[in-house]
């Protein structure tokens, strides 16, 4: 019987050419991109490529604007923090998400 996968709300199958494209990262260049080793630096490097692709595909101005996150969680705060920083006199933030629709750790 083939199994049919419904529940993509929290996770979802990985495309196998993301797979392909990042088996390098999970077996060869996985030192911590903030050391000052080589090891490190050689992984710095590759995100600064990643950064700079992202920027070219989706015409940002800079690729500084890039941000890479590790969840959801980390994206929605990152991406609140933006919005009251960019906004520091106002008092209400409306369209923010909230417990309807964010997860609890952003709220």
Known sequence: M??????NNATTKVAPEVVEAMLPYLSEYYGNP???????????AKI???RENVANLIGAES?????????GTES???A???AIE??????????LPGR???HKKSL
Do not use: W
């Open 48 to 50: 600064k490529q990643a």
């Open 80 to 82: 609140i923090r933006a």
């Open 2 to 7: 083939k199994v049919i996968y419904l529940d």
């Open 76 to 78: 929605d705060g990152t």
């Open 34 to 44: 903030s050391s000052m080793h080589s090891f490190g630096g050689d992984v710095a």
């Open 100 to 102: 309807a629709s964010g």
């Open 63 to 71: 690729p500084d604007e890039i941000i890479f996150t590790s969840c």
């Open 86 to 95: 960019s906004n520091p006199d106002k008092k209400t933030y409306y369209g």
